[in-house]
């Protein structure tokens, strides 16, 4: 494997792309989902489970992981890849996001973001250098600049203050991650809703020649044609040669369409969050295992799949779990959304491959829509 970050273009249909992006650790396949691994763990799953349902990487958070157990911590005993057993490549956010949704337990300024912990009221400091400062602490391979992040909807002046200093932000966090071969820092897009904003906000990325190009701000409250509104003004003014990671993102009707505007990475908390209160994602759509209607059906969730949770328990058994608070049931839930997650990333990116990028959309699309109620 290279000793270098390197992301290839490998076909493309539409402005749908598929990709590879080549580092140390190993390839992430491009269009990719990456599962959400907050505080070092992809809830309810262990990490032999997560890369055996195809995921090529995984997302750590700075925020929380700065608080417990602690970036230095966790660096003093072998980082993070070792520390949560997983060897492939980590993505680590810059815990913006997490900091912006304290509300009244944060103050930002230019030199950063002052906030209480949630968890026992401490207060701490982050920084643009202290954000890259604990993501190499905990040995991240891909680091994410640190950005505010504002709501949807919000007054255009807001918006564009926000931006402009997580441009600035980006600025100190392309110096203080320096040089580091193998890994890579990814500017984050902002701008809100107002198409001049983004525009401005991803031409300024461009002229800083990252490794990669994230867009922010958005899944926050806003419409989802909104959302690929947006897209559709901002990955065109993104480098052609380097990857596209869409933040916190989404469902799979979103995935789906946001591939055919040009994304090449996702992630979202969505699947393990679902599968925790019962909602499985299958090929025939969203089924909640609490209704009624499954006690007695004795139909795995999808006979077809290859993931045994989705495979060989019934759904009469998955709803007496659910409805019973059984651990078991978000266990058996989290890895059957997961399993799903990833087969639908594979068949995007094998679509794209054969040139075939808008049927699949559309028969997956399709499929969702006749729903579960008849046998599979």
Request: net charge negative.
């Amino acid at each position: 494997m290279t000793e270098n970050f390197q992301f290839s273009l490998l076909a493309r249909d539409g402005a749908a792309r598929r990709g590879s992006i080549t580092m140390p650790r190993g390839e992430i396949r491009t269009p990719a989902f990456m599962p959400v691994g907050t505080g070092g763990t992809v809830k309810a799953m262990y990490m032999d489970q997560v890369r055996a349902l195809g995921a090529d990487v995984i997302l750590g958070n700075t925020y929380h992981l700065m608080l417990r157990p602690g970036a230095e911590r966790i660096a003093r005993l072998g980082g993070l890849h070792e520390f949560c057993r997983w060897e492939h490549p980590i993505l680590t956010d810059s815990g913006g996001f997490q900091v912006m949704s304290l509300a009244g337990l944060r103050k930002i300024t230019e030199k950063g973001v002052t906030f209480q912990s949630h968890v026992d009221g401490t207060k701490h400091e982050m920084s643009p250098e202290r954000s890259i400062e604990i993501q190499g602490l905990l040995g991240s391979d891909i680091q994410m600049q640190l950005d505010e992040c504002v709501r949807l909807p919000a007054d255009e002046k807001a918006i564009e203050k926000s931006m402009e200093m997580s441009l600035r932000w980006a600025e100190r966090c392309k110096k203080a991650f320096g040089d580091q071969p193998g890994r890579a820092m990814f500017g984050i897009v902002q701008g809100g809703d107002v198409v001049h904003l983004r525009e401005r906000s991803a031409t300024a990325l461009k002229d800083m020649d990252l490794k990669g190009y994230a867009i922010g701000g958005l899944a926050v409250g806003e419409p989802q044609e909104v959302m690929l509104a947006m897209l559709d003004i901002t990955c065109p003014l993104l480098p052609e040669d380097r990857p596209r990671y869409l933040m916190g993102v989404g469902t799979p009707d979103d995935i789906l369409k946001s591939v055919a505007r040009g994304i090449d990475m996702f992630d979202c908390v969505m699947p393990t969050r679902a599968g925790r209160h019962g909602l499985a994602y299958t090929r025939r759509g969203k089924i909640n295992l609490r209704n009624a209607r499954h006690a007695e059906d004795t139909r795995p969730l999808d006979e077809q799949s290859d993931c045994p949770a989705a495979r060989d328990y019934s759904r009469a058994y998955l709803h007496h779990l659910v409805r019973s608070n059984e651990a078991l049931g978000g266990m058996l839930l989290s890895w059957n959304n997961l399993a799903y997650y990833q087969q639908l990333m594979q068949g995007i990116r094998d679509a794209i491959e054969a040139g075939c990028y808008a049927d699949f959309m559309a028969q997956t699309q399709a499929e969702w829509e006749r729903g579960d109620i008849e046998p599979l």
